[in-house]
């Protein structure tokens, strides 16, 4: 996952999270609050009706020395009602506030009540003052329901100001990514402006890349010239010793001992020649030496890499099956360098194959790539070895076959040329596929 989205993820987690949270402890809040605010209200009118008292007297709400009781209440919402009845004088002075019920036209309605006791003159009333709960929460629905809304919609606009401001952030770094990271074939193809940022982190590994990339590619072009001029230098000498030989052998007065180590040599001569060559090939890929102009059928180059190969399968008794169901058009391309490449990869399948085994090539288009396999029934590749197939003179041990180390890599290098992507799917001693990648 890359690093904008997980950010963005966590940013949304984080605040769902805490929208959980809040709506858990909301309701406690809110009705924490209206039950503060309902005793703050019962109070106030409490202090209401005995200012009251003491400036108009008892007698507008109780007759002195009477056995009667002073009730009021809302008729209509029975929101809140008042009670006020002469009693004994009591032992302390009773002020509270409890939740309980009282009847109201015979039902049974939860109450906020404060009680309180008060004297006037040598008389002791009590007072209770109650004030529904049912309102208060019908209050608290509506109050929460517009906190949740109002905390949902801050959310929101917070996680998408995020996702906005860290994509802002980070869009230096998804630049360095995708322009000098990604789909990078080779050093020399890092001709990149630096990126312009105001982030001091971003700077400085925008400049590291671009130092290391210098001192790769000053590595790889020191590579590409001592290869290329060692190979062209080793070419003819070697090209000489072999001429000569030749003529010793046909000597007429070389012993039959003696023709069998001049041959023997000959062959480590001739070795020493084909992998000058494929040096010499790969420097001149790598140094796009190669035109690329030509149009090519890729079932018609498979064919013609069939009729070269046959003598081999033969020979391990091995059967190729093909099974191309576009007549894909590669273009533009090096037809020499496809058919290298091709010849390469079916001819390792056969090196690797087992007697009797077989090749199997599948050709189509998927995901608007055209796809072109090759599995064979080989001894396979274990995993720890699969990172360095293509690794120069990388012997791979795999049975008895001998190598040299520079068949996967030339394939590599062709691949790479033409954009082609290469993927490797191996089991021991099931057999290897060699997955190509065309560009759109």
């Given at each position: 996952?890359?690093?904008?989205?997980?950010?963005?993820?966590?940013?949304?987690?984080?605040?769902?999270?805490?929208?959980?949270?809040?709506?858990?402890?909301?309701?406690?809040?809110?009705?924490?609050?209206?039950?503060?605010?309902?005793?703050?209200?019962?109070?106030?009118?409490?202090?209401?009706?005995?200012?009251?008292?003491?400036?108009?007297?008892?007698?507008?709400?109780?007759?002195?020395?009477?056995?009667?009781?002073?009730?009021?209440?809302?008729?209509?919402?029975?929101?809140?009602?008042?009670?006020?009845?002469?009693?004994?004088?009591?032992?302390?002075?009773?002020?509270?506030?409890?939740?309980?019920?009282?009847?109201?036209?015979?039902?049974?309605?939860?109450?906020?009540?404060?009680?309180?006791?008060?004297?006037?003159?040598?008389?002791?009333?009590?007072?209770?003052?109650?004030?529904?709960?049912?309102?208060?929460?019908?209050?608290?629905?509506?109050?929460?329901?517009?906190?949740?809304?109002?905390?949902?919609?801050?959310?929101?606009?917070?996680?998408?100001?995020?996702?906005?401001?860290?994509?802002?952030?980070?869009?230096?770094?998804?630049?360095?990514?995708?322009?000098?990271?990604?789909?990078?074939?080779?050093?020399?193809?890092?001709?990149?402006?630096?990126?312009?940022?105001?982030?001091?982190?971003?700077?400085?590994?925008?400049?590291?890349?671009?130092?290391?990339?210098?001192?790769?590619?000053?590595?790889?072009?020191?590579?590409?010239?001592?290869?290329?001029?060692?190979?062209?230098?080793?070419?003819?000498?070697?090209?000489?010793?072999?001429?000569?030989?030749?003529?010793?052998?046909?000597?007429?007065?070389?012993?039959?001992?003696?023709?069998?180590?001049?041959?023997?040599?000959?062959?480590?001569?001739?070795?020493?020649?084909?992998?000058?060559?494929?040096?010499?090939?790969?420097?001149?890929?790598?140094?796009?030496?190669?035109?690329?102009?030509?149009?090519?059928?890729?079932?018609?180059?498979?064919?013609?890499?069939?009729?070269?190969?046959?003598?081999?399968?033969?020979?391990?008794?091995?059967?190729?099956?093909?099974?191309?169901?576009?007549?894909?058009?590669?273009?533009?391309?090096?037809?020499?360098?496809?058919?290298?490449?091709?010849?390469?990869?079916?001819?390792?399948?056969?090196?690797?194959?087992?007697?009797?085994?077989?090749?199997?090539?599948?050709?189509?288009?998927?995901?608007?790539?055209?796809?072109?396999?090759?599995?064979?029934?080989?001894?396979?590749?274990?995993?720890?070895?699969?990172?360095?197939?293509?690794?120069?003179?990388?012997?791979?041990?795999?049975?008895?076959?001998?190598?040299?180390?520079?068949?996967?890599?030339?394939?590599?290098?062709?691949?790479?040329?033409?954009?082609?992507k290469i993927e490797v799917h191996s089991v021991v001693d099931q057999g290897s596929t060699?997955?190509?990648?065309?560009?759109?």
């Amino acid at each position: 996952m890359k690093l904008q989205n997980k950010l963005a993820s966590y940013n949304a987690l984080s605040k769902l999270i805490i929208i959980l949270i809040f709506v858990l402890l909301l309701p406690r809040i809110v009705d924490y609050q209206a039950r503060r605010q309902t005793d703050v209200r019962l109070r106030q009118q409490r202090d209401k009706v005995l200012n009251s008292i003491s400036t108009g007297g008892i007698a507008q709400y109780l007759v002195p020395g009477q056995d009667s009781v002073f009730s009021s209440y809302n008729i209509f919402s029975k929101e809140d009602y008042i009670t006020l009845e002469q009693i004994a004088p009591p032992q302390k002075s009773i002020y509270f506030i409890e939740t309980a019920k009282r009847e109201v036209e015979g039902i049974q309605i939860d109450f906020r009540i404060l009680t309180n006791t008060f004297r006037v003159g040598r008389n002791w009333y009590l007072m209770e003052l109650g004030y529904s709960l049912a309102s208060v929460s019908e209050n608290n629905v509506v109050i929460q329901r517009f906190a949740l809304i109002l905390l949902i919609s801050m959310v929101l606009l917070t996680i998408a100001s995020d996702i906005y401001f860290t994509k802002y952030l980070l869009s230096p770094l998804n630049i360095i990514v995708r322009t000098k990271l990604q789909n990078l074939r080779s050093p020399a193809d890092f001709k990149f402006p630096r990126i312009k940022t105001t982030t001091s982190d971003f700077k400085h590994l925008d400049n590291s890349i671009h130092e290391m990339m210098e001192r790769i590619e000053q590595a790889f072009q020191q590579e590409r010239e001592f290869i290329a001029n060692a190979s062209h230098e080793l070419l003819t000498p070697v090209s000489i010793l072999q001429h000569k030989l030749e003529n010793l052998n046909d000597h007429a007065d070389t012993s039959p001992e003696m023709q069998v180590k001049f041959y023997e040599m000959q062959k480590t001569i001739s070795r020493l020649k084909n992998i000058i060559k494929t040096l010499l090939l790969i420097s001149r890929i790598e140094n796009e030496q190669f035109i690329k102009e030509e149009s090519v059928s890729v079932k018609a180059l498979l064919d013609e890499v069939n009729d070269e190969i046959s003598y081999r399968l033969e020979d391990k008794e091995i059967s190729l099956e093909m099974n191309l169901k576009e007549n894909f058009i590669c273009q533009p391309c090096n037809k020499s360098l496809l058919f290298n490449m091709f010849f390469n990869l079916i001819n390792n399948a056969i090196k690797y194959n087992k007697t009797g085994g077989k090749i199997c090539i599948n050709g189509q288009l998927q995901n608007g790539h055209y796809q072109l396999e090759f599995t064979d029934t080989g001894v396979g590749i274990s995993p720890e070895r699969l990172p360095t197939i293509f690794y120069r003179f990388k012997k791979i041990s795999r049975g008895t076959a001998e190598s040299f180390g520079l068949g996967l890599p030339i394939v590599q290098t062709i691949a790479n040329y033409h954009q082609i992507k290469i993927e490797v799917h191996s089991v021991v001693d099931q057999g290897s596929t060699f997955r190509l990648l065309f560009p759109r």
